[in-house]
C-alpha cells in the first residue's frame, strides 16, 4: 500500500532531550515536507526537500534540523526541544512539482515538558 | 504562492451538494489550484486539483472560473463523513502553503 510513515505516534519527552520523528514513502517521490500544526495557527511548512541532499527551509524552520540522505527517509530532528514545539507534526511526500499532490502521514503527537 | 480565501464555515444537508468556493485573485498562470480535506487530527487528505479545466474524480468536482480567480469545490452527495476542514491552496513549486480553510459539517 502507498504511504507515508511517521514514527511515532505519541511522543512525550523533556526539555533539551534530543530526538527524532523519522518519516518513510514507499511512493518513490522526489519532493518531502514536514508541517506541525497548531490550534489557531493551522498548518505551517518547517522543511521541504526537493530531492536527496536537498532541503530548504519553510515557514517555522527554527529549532528544527533534517536531512534527506535517501530517497525514501525524511527524519525530523528536535536537537534541543522545548515547550513551544509541542504540536502535531505531519510528513507528506509528492512526486512532482506542481501536478500531483501531497500524500500526509496519519501524524506525531509531541508533547516536550 | 498565491493566497487564497475561503469562508470560515458552511453547512450541508446529508445526501445534498456541498458547493465550496474559493478567492485566488492574485493566481498566476503556471499556479495549480489544490484541495485537500483533513477530518479531525488525522493527516490532510488530497481531494483533487486542476489548472485551468474543469475536472473531476470519484471524490469530487473542481469548477474554476475562466478567469482563474476563484474555484469551486464540489461534493455532489455529502455524506456525514465529509465533515471536515477543506483546505484551497494554489501552489506553484514544492511548497504547499494551507490557509484557514473551511469547516464543512455535514448534517443529518
Known amino acids: 500500500e502507498a504511504q507515508v510513515t511517521q514514527n511515532p505516534r505519541y511522543l512525550i519527552t523533556v526539555t533539551g532531550k534530543k530526538l527524532t520523528v523519522t518519516c518513510s514513502q514507499n511512493m518513490n517521490h522526489e519532493y518531502m515536507s514536514w508541517y506541525r500544526q497548531d490550534p489557531g495557527l493551522g498548518l505551517r511548512q518547517i522543511y521541504y526537500s526537493m530531492n536527496v541532499e536537498v532541503t530548504d527551509k519553510g515557514d517555522v524552520p527554527e529549532g528544527y534540523k533534517v536531512s534527506r540522505k535517501e530517497k525514501r527517509n525524511f527524519p525530523l530532528i528536535l536537537e534541543s526541544p522545548s515547550p513551544n514545539q509541542t504540536s502535531l507534526y505531519f510528513c507528506?511526500?509528492?512526486?512532482?512539482?506542481?501536478?500531483?499532490?501531497?500524500?500526509f502521514g496519519s501524524g506525531t503527537r509531541l508533547t516536550v515538558v | 504562492d498565491a493566497k487564497t480565501t475561503q469562508p470560515p464555515s458552511m453547512d450541508c444537508a446529508e445526501g445534498r451538494a456541498a458547493n465550496l468556493p474559493c478567492n485566488h485573485s492574485?493566481?498566476?498562470?503556471?499556479?495549480?489550484v489544490y484541495w485537500y480535506r483533513q477530518i479531525h487530527s488525522q493527516g490532510p487528505q488530497y481531494i483533487i486539483h486542476?489548472?485551468?479545466n474543469n475536472e473531476t474524480n470519484e471524490m469530487a468536482s473542481l469548477i474554476i472560473t475562466e478567469d482563474r480567480k476563484s474555484s469551486t469545490l464540489i461534493l455532489p452527495h455529502a455524506t456525514l463523513r465529509d465533515t471536515a476542514v477543506y483546505y484551497c491552496?494554489?501552489?506553484?513549486?514544492?511548497?504547499?502553503?494551507f490557509g484557514e480553510g473551511t469547516q464543512l459539517t455535514v448534517n443529518p
Open positions: 491552496i494554489v501552489r506553484s513549486g514544492s511548497r504547499l502553503t
Open positions: 492574485t493566481i498566476s498562470g503556471n499556479e495549480y
Open positions: 507528506a511526500s509528492s512526486q512532482d512539482r506542481r501536478n500531483y499532490g501531497y500524500t
Open positions: 486542476g489548472l485551468k
